[in-house]
């Protein structure tokens, strides 16, 4: 990488290895050290020094060329959630770093590692409301785990390596970095140490092993304990440590959309999905356990429904890395503060061997009804019109239950997340907390570009596609190999079925006249097909999988079409509807 | 726990950073939490700084915003405390003319009873100053309302616990085993 060089003979700190460089020469190489061999991005008056440095190093800093810095940054996220590593986005000031809000509030929320870099105007433009000014650092802040701005270039190295330390540490997080021009231009004395602590900030608690004795008790002793995980799990590379803890305990476990794929689909103690469309067990039965274990999750409501309603007969014990999340949303009999699979490692040397045959045999007997009414259904249908879970059962069987999903936001989401098998985690990326329409494309071509020897599926509604679809442009340029599904039922489906459901059929611009995306997509250069007709599904399907290269499938699926079961709004768990 | 709103002191000893203001505002912000007053200053250790931060509202919200504050990188700590948990005082400057002086003593007599000095005695203005409870400041305001205040002004609320040590002995503890 030789980015220490011997000492300068002008130097005064003579025992120290600096190299003389610009600012933007030197964020490249700070990349380089941090192992960064991608990022996404989007050009810009104010990053252009950024940019010209980069093309000397084109070589081992690729750089993705998306075409809406919401692009980008979705980009990055998907490559960070598949990949495990940090995603890096570069973009411009003003407009540029506005456009990627939606992302870095998107990985605020679902505890995505990023480290955004944004151009800023010179330091001393800085307040004069000059072109493409903005308040980066304000407008980020409710949205970043930390920011900082950059005024000299002498403060890039700390930064940059603060920002890596605490993007990927801890509950990982979005950091903004904001470079003015000046500082870009700059020319310093260039060295670097990689971050590995700081005085104010906690990354892990450390663990106090009274209360893993008193989650042991509880556990030891519960008739009905049941476990609810999360993506912390897969955060904290617990999944061999959480499968012991459940097998050793026979425990039925139940996942939230960031936990799926933690967990392979068919463990015999993965009871389902939690939540509103979740499984009909594993919220029903939420109000019958007498212990909830809820493993590297935050109780959203989405997952818990009305609070006051929500598993009051139960101890909760919390294994979780944010203290913050203790009690926010559901108080814990039983916190236990630190990284799952620390706390997990001494978990399981304290549980006894357990097996919950009578509890398990209940989930079952839920599942044996959701099937009865709607999963069969759904899989195989009886009318003509396609179903979105027929669709997604045969890409499980042409990938053999072996690919990573990506989904955008809607009923396609849910389907999707209900229906596809997983054999290996950190396989489901999707916009679960803040539900970011325009997600899918972009984090399905990060995705393929963070696992390249992987077979990635975008699953995408008709809705969300069109909010990023000029994307397809960068799987062209870049050949990412991402498989794009377009479930398409020309409305904003799941509004819909909201506006069906509680809203008298009142169908307000959820109506979408859509454009022929199968013109689209060969105006893309982008392999393409589509099916309305049951009979050439499987075959289309069979293509999509095993074509060598990008491919868009769109696939004609029923207009009214709702995603059961569900819990509605206000509801509590049990209060789930099968139809 | 109490679901009644009451008065909180929110504490926090943090990094001396840019922008940790706005960072700690947001929290309350978020969550439509009126800031009474807040009042930052270095602490008893050099280079550390603390936010005191004033709030009426329910303790379990308190709990849950104390939690968020401490989550930001650069704070080291933060606790809360009720009204009895800690000794406080706000400071609040009072200008009215001096010609409310020459017509008599009866400045002098409600300053002296009070508790109050004269900050300066200008031609023609002169500045009380009155340190206490809301309040003991409000009820100077009142008596001096009649003579003309021409300009009031009052501080945040400063406060320390009434524990031995506050959670700055915590913090103490960090910087010395990140000093190893």
């Known amino acids: 990488m030789g980015t220490v060089e011997a000492p300068e003979q002008t130097s005064k700190t003579i025992t120290k290895t600096t190299k003389r460089m610009t600012g933007a020469?030197?964020?490249?190489?700070?990349?380089?050290?941090?192992?960064?061999?991608?990022?996404f991005g989007?050009?810009?008056?104010?990053?252009?020094?950024?940019?010209?440095?980069?093309?000397d190093h084109q070589d081992t800093v690729h750089h993705v060329l998306a075409r809406h810095e919401q692009g980008a940054i979705h980009m990055a996220q998907g490559?960070?959630?598949?990949?495990?590593?940090?995603?890096?986005?570069l973009a411009t000031s003003g407009p540029g770093a506005t456009n990627l809000i939606t992302g870095i509030a998107d990985a605020q929320i679902d505890s995505t590692p990023l480290v955004c870099?944004?151009?800023q105007v010179n330091s001393s433009l800085l307040g004069s409301d000059a072109f493409q000014e903005c308040d980066v650092l304000g407008i980020s802040m409710p949205v970043t785990?930390?920011?900082?701005?950059?005024?000299?270039?002498?403060?890039?190295?700390?930064?940059?390596?603060?920002?890596f330390y605490l993007a990927r540490s801890g509950r990982p997080g979005p950091v903004v970095i904001d470079i003015t021009k000046d500082a870009q231009f700059e020319e310093f004395d260039f060295e670097y140490e990689?971050?590995?602590?700081?005085?104010?900030?906690?990354?892990?608690?450390k663990l106090d092993h009274s209360k893993v004795e008193e989650a042991a008790e509880l556990i030891n002793n519960a008739k009905r304990p049941y476990v609810l995980f999360g993506q912390g799990v897969i955060l904290a590379h617990a999944e061999k440590e959480f499968k012991q803890f459940i097998e050793k305990t026979g425990i039925p476990s139940a996942w939230t959309i960031l936990g799926l794929s933690a967990l392979e689909t068919d463990h015999p103690l993965n009871v389902g999905m939690l939540g509103m469309h979740g499984n009909y067990g594993p919220n029903l039965l939420t109000n019958e356990c007498d212990v909830l274990i809820a493993i590297g999750m935050r109780f959203d409501d989405r997952v818990t429904g009305n609070l006051s309603k929500y598993a009051k007969q139960a101890k909760v014990i919390h294994l979780e890395i944010d203290p913050a999340e203790i009690d926010k949303n559901v108080p814990a009999d039983v916190p236990v503060l630190g990284d799952a699979k620390e706390s997990l490692t001494e978990l399981i040397k304290l549980v006894k061997p357990n097996s919950h045959e009578d509890w398990l045999q209940q989930f079952r007997d839920c599942d044996k009804q959701e099937w009865d009414k709607v999963i069969e259904e759904e899989l195989h249908p009886?009318?003509?019109?396609?179903?979105?879970?027929e669709v997604i059962r045969i890409i499980n069987e042409k990938t053999n239950d072996d690919h990573i999903l990506v989904t955008d936001v809607g009923q396609h989401q849910m389907v999707a997340c209900r229906y596809t098998n997983f054999s290996r985690s950190k396989s489901n990326i999707t916009s679960g907390g803040l539900g970011t329409m325009g997600f899918g494309l972009p984090a399905g071509i990060g995705a393929a570009l963070g696992a390249p020897d992987r077979t990635v599926v975008a699953v995408v509604g008709d809705g969300g596609l069109q909010m990023t679809i000029q994307e397809l442009a960068t799987i062209y340029q870049t050949k990412a190999k991402v498989k794009v599904l377009l479930l398409n039922n020309e409305f904003l489906g799941m509004v819909r079925q909201w506006q069906q459901l509680f809203f008298e059929k009142r169908y307000s611009s959820t109506e979408l006249i859509n454009p022929d995306f199968q013109q689209l997509a060969k105006g893309f250069y982008i392999e393409t097909a589509k099916v309305t007709e049951r009979e050439n599904l499987d075959q289309a399907i069979e293509e999509f999988i095993n074509y060598d290269?990008?491919?868009f499938l769109e696939v004609r699926v029923g207009k009214e079409n709702n995603v059961f079961p569900m819990v509605p709004s206000g509801s509590g768990v049990a209060e789930i509807r099968l139809e | 726990m109490e679901s009644e709103t009451q008065e909180f002191t929110i504490t926090a000893y943090t990094e001396n950073h840019v922008g940790l203001l706005h960072r700690l505002t947001i929290i309350f912000t978020k969550r439509k939490i009126n800031i009474e007053s807040l009042t930052t200053s270095e602490s008893e250790t050099e280079g550390i700084y603390r936010f005191t931060i004033a709030v009426t509202e329910t303790e379990e919200q308190v709990i849950k915003v104390v939690k968020q504050i401490e989550k930001q990188v650069e704070v080291f700590k933060a606790d809360y405390y009720t009204k009895k948990g800690v000794v406080q005082q706000e400071l609040a400057l009072y200008k009215i003319p001096t010609a409310s002086l020459t017509n008599g003593i009866e400045v002098e007599r409600i300053v002296r009873e009070h508790n109050a000095r004269f900050l300066t005695i200008e031609q023609n203005f002169v500045v009380i100053e009155k340190s206490g409870y809301k309040r003991e400041t409000k009820a100077l305001f009142d008596e001096l309302k009649p003579f003309g205040i021409n300009e009031f002004v009052r501080s945040g609320r400063v406060a320390v616990s009434r524990q031995k040590n506050g959670i700055g002995k915590d913090v103490e503890k960090i910087l010395a085993k990140a000093a190893v």
């Open chain 1, 25 to 39: 020469e030197a964020l490249v190489q700070i990349l380089l050290q941090e192992n960064v061999n991608m990022a």
């Open chain 1, 42 to 55: 989007y050009p810009g008056g104010a990053i252009m020094p950024v940019y010209d440095a980069l093309y």
């Open chain 1, 79 to 89: 490559y960070a959630r598949a990949s495990g590593k940090v995603g890096v986005c």
């Open chain 1, 117 to 119: 870099i944004t151009g």
């Open chain 1, 145 to 163: 785990k930390w920011n900082y701005q950059v005024t000299s270039a002498d403060e890039i190295p700390e930064a940059l390596a603060k920002a």
């Open chain 1, 194 to 205: 990689k971050c590995i602590s700081l005085r104010s900030y906690a990354p892990k608690p």
């Open chain 1, 382 to 389: 009886s009318s003509d019109v396609l179903s979105m879970g």
């Open chain 1, 549 to 551: 290269g990008a491919y």
